[in-house]
């Protein structure tokens, strides 16, 4: 293409002419509109007395009252013209900031990943570890920040460099949640119905009726050990790391319990004055006891006992109301799981237009998906009693060697695909609340702009970001897998790559192939 | 209407352009330099700062240009750059004195170009002031005469003697003064040290800058391959008006290549409509070039 000619000569002149002029613009500003900001070397941090117009909403943190912004922050704003930073009294220019600001804790690569994703217009921070377990998104926990998290001080400011102290700092939070949620497991496992003390708890006999509440409740969710671990980790947190003369050995035995409790489930507000209560101690007020014994309060336990226990087959789950997923091939109903599950409007829209426009429903066309329980079973009754059962093929079922596909099971063509699949394929990994935090953490979450996006409880990312450089090899297969069990949420992760300026964004993503089906 | 500060680099009127080194990589922070190194060194390099006039995208980026360190090991060679450090003065009383003298002539330029700007603009404006006047001065002689005075005619048609000096002028706050971030370095302020730039060591680095020198000596224009899965792009002529025409892959000579990686680079190629130059240098130390090119035997 370059053929030496005058005119294109003189093109390439004038485009180089006006990248000149364009590059070589200065930065002017008001001097009532700059923000002022004073680098410091020693905490590698600029404070700023005064907020700008728009951007505290999104970026900078508090510290004992002081406000700071992070150092890709910082070099942002200022290439944004926003921010004018000082150092020993003089003002900073960007190749000087770049000089100071890029080190051990901000690497050129993480700040042009930031300041590329800035630019588009999304809402970076730092990570900051796992912030609500599934079990709380699911109740909608998510939404209030854990007080003592605030209290310990913002998790923002754990720097690069110091990634392992930030995983030892989570290991820690998680470790206490961990610590808790096995015992809570043992004592799941040992006793359906009794609510065991946990053993070798350093909480003090002043924190037991918050204790009680939870283990009841949690034995009452019946396998849900996160909720309990919520709790326990608040009043853990409360307990342990606010003063050491918390540390009592004081072990709360609690007897089993002929009547499950059932208690009133405000206990967000219960758990809540609990804690306020006990934040109290820290300074040193005795925190007064509950006046009722809950272990000696009967309530009836409308979900348990009364007999109407309804096994549900996977291949009648197509009929089932609303919410109920049957993933197991026997699902005993406990009512009490699904009670206070936040709704999540559009996962819930997602799954009736699937129901909807899917071609199962053409079997179950006359039955109709059920209301509630009651239209449920008769809907049961009806299918069961005009379709193929076990019982009309005793001859094929008698031996060891059973035909692939259950008559009763063959709803659909898919139904009957994975009948036949012989190897299992491989799912995700299983959803663990108590995993351990991977070996790499992302560097970023990144959330879409949104004008309710709140710093000090900013919720679930959009995504997650990994930076690395060309030179470096990707996270592997491990690593990837540990973070999605990890976080347990579906954000996706994504691997930013940079090279020499230029920043390129890959995802990292588990799925399973869909099973085609043709006919049916 | 405000004179900006562009910091020179004395070293540029030497010949030679500035490289400043901060933590590993290497930086150009002048637009005359960074255009002479691309219209006259064909040195392309990546600007990776925000654009002063359109700051939240990332199509088209400000200075800084970053340079990938075979340019700079290149340029050092020629003889056309030098790298240096930047290292901080110790700071004293002297100088912050300084900076706020400098302020306070700005604040005083300032004042004067706004008021001169504002004064050619009255003159520019007189008629349309005096006109203005006027009749905001018949509309309250009319509101008068309504009331009941009895106005003689003679008073709408009067005329209004105005000068510009009589128009008054605002004063320019010390806050609302103009004030720049620049971009570099106040020399004043800081001293660049001139380093020892070591690169390539590895014998993978070696080869990459034996490729990268051997294809620039050629004329070609060479910018960071990672975008295409490559070492380097290769454009005939400026990246601005012509596509790249080959993909450089650097292979060390006795390096197998297996069937899979074949087809890998073959189909990149084809699909980007590039061609995958296999490069690399063999026993007599001279370089070899082999292009792939997927086809299909149907």
Sequence with gaps: MPDGSWIQGKQIEKFHEEREKVLAEPRVQKKCDYVHGLWTNESRLVEIEHEGKSFWKNMGFTRNGRKFLHPEEALFLMEMNVLQVWYNFLPMSIEGAYCRFLGPTLTLEFHQVYAHLRRMGYVVIRHRGKLASRYEREIGLDKYQKKKERQLGDPMTSSLLTKKNSIEELAQMEGLENCVTDKMCE????????????????????????????????????????????????????????????????????????????????????????????????????????????????FPNFGAECGDVIKIQRSESNLTPGHVVCELDCYDFNRMAHINKKKDKKKDLERDRKLKFSNNNSRFS??????????????????????????????????????????????????????????KSSTKPPRNSKADPPAVLPHFDVYSPNKKFKKTNPGTPDFRVIVMRCDESPPDLKTISDIDVYFDDDVPLHCAVVDAGTVMFNTLSFFTLPTEVSLG | MFECVTYNRMSFDRGKTTITLINGQCFVWNSKQARFLREELRIVGTLCGSLPRAPMQNTHLGLPLQLMPEEVTLLLEKGLAEVVENTEDVITEEMKLEYKNKEKKSYKRQVELYTRERQEEIKRKLPQIIAGKKAKRNKVLDERRKNGEIIDDSEF????????????????????????????????????????????????????????????????YLTSGSKFGGDFIAYPGDPSRFHSLFIVVCKPHSASISGIELITMGRLGTNVKKTIVLSSVDENDKLCYTSLQWTGIS
Excluded at chain 1, 369 to 385: D, M, P, Q, T
Excluded at chain 1, 394 to 413: C, K, N, Y
Aim: aromatic fraction near 8%; include cysteine.
């Design chain 1, 187 to 298: 004592h799941e496992k040992v006793a359906g119905e009794e609510i065991v003390a946990s053993e070798n708890s350093q909480i003090k006999m002043d924190c037991a009726a918050s204790i009680e509440k939870a283990h009841s409740q949690e034995t009452e969710i019946g396998g849900n050990e996160e909720m309990g671990s919520s709790l326990i980790l608040q009043s853990h947190m409360n307990s342990i790391k606010d003063s050491a003369e918390c540390l009592n050995d004081n072990v709360t035995s609690l007897s089993p319990v002929d009547d499950n409790i059932l208690t009133t489930f405000k206990h967000s507000d219960a758990t809540n004055s609990a804690f306020s209560s006990e934040s109290r101690n820290a300074s040193g007020f005795q925190y007064k006891s509950s006046a009722w014994d809950f272990r000696k309060i009967a």
């Design chain 1, 366 to 423: 006359s039955y109709q998906n059920s209301r509630n329980w009651s239209e449920y079973k008769v809907c049961l009754y009806n299918w069961r009693s005009n379709n193929w059962r076990q019982d009309q093929f005793p001859h094929l079922f008698a031996d060891g060697l059973q035909p692939l596909v259950r008559p009763e099971l063959a709803t659909s063509t898919e139904a009957i695909l994975q009948q036949l699949q012989v190897i």
């Design chain 2, 157 to 220: 048609e009067k005329e209004i003697e105005m000068t510009v000096e009589d128009v008054g002028i605002p004063t320019l706050q010390e806050a609302s003064m103009l004030m720049e971030i620049p971009l570099a370095c106040d020399p004043s302020t800081t001293t660049p040290v001139l380093v020892k730039w070591t690169y390539p060591k590895s014998d993978k680095e070696v080869l990459r800058y034996r490729v990268f020198r051997d294809l620039w000596d050629k004329g070609h």
